[in-house]
Structures are given as C-alpha cells and as structure tokens.
C-alpha cells in the first residue's frame, strides 16, 4: 500500500522561508507528476506547483519567483521550497503523484501558518 507522508508544515513570519518534503512510502510505479497544492478555509484547493519526470515544472502566479519544486527521483520524494512568504500562503498543503500507470496519490495535508 502506497502512502505519502509529509513533513515541514509549521509557523514562519512574512519574509521567511519553509521546506515541505513528500516521500513515498511502500511500493509505486514510476511517478510521472509531483505536485503541490494548498487549501485555505473556505477556498477551493489549487495547484501551487508541479514538476514532471522530465523536469517541467508549472507555477501557480501567485507563488512564481518565491517557490521551487525540486524532486528526488531515486528516493521517490518531492519538496516545495517556499522563499518570501506571505500571509496569503497560509494554508494546508498536500502533495500529489501521479504515478506513470494512471494512479493519483495524495498525503495527508501539513498546515502552514505565515503571521508574525
């Protein structure tokens, strides 16, 4: 059974920086797409970012120019490095694979809180 587990989620002040990690835990087919998404209360889950197996990457404008998406193929994980941060970033993030046969994958949220 394939799980996602996240880590990183926590407080920061405007301005600073938060690394979010996604690993794969249990056996899954090769990941086509590692993605990013957050949801605040009240809104609708969006994209923040995404990154393929080949290296194309897609940015929510909101966050291009503040946040990466680097992934680790051999060790099936994908991070949201989260630069300049704002208030308006606060939310739930989850991660998201989708796996080369077809198959979504999601972890459980990790909050993230931007106030000072």
């Known amino acids: 059974q394939v799980q996602l587990v996240e880590s990183g989620g926590g407080l920061v002040q405007p301005g600073g920086s938060l690394r979010l990690s996604c690993a794969a835990s249990g056996s899954i087919f090769s990941i086509y797409v590692m993605g990013w998404y957050r949801q605040a209360p009240g809104n609708q889950r969006e994209l923040v970012a995404q990154?393929?197996?080949?290296?194309?990457?897609t940015y929510a404008d909101s966050v291009k120019g503040r946040f990466t998406i680097p992934r680790d193929n051999a060790k099936n994980t994908a991070y949201l490095q989260m630069n300049s941060m704002k208030p308006e970033d606060t939310s739930v993030y989850y991660c998201?694979?989708?796996?080369?046969?077809?198959?979504?994958?999601w972890g459980q949220g990790t909050l993230v809180t931007v106030s000072s």
């Open positions: 998201s694979f989708l796996s080369a046969n077809g198959v979504f994958y």
């Open positions: 990154i393929t197996s080949g290296g194309s990457t």
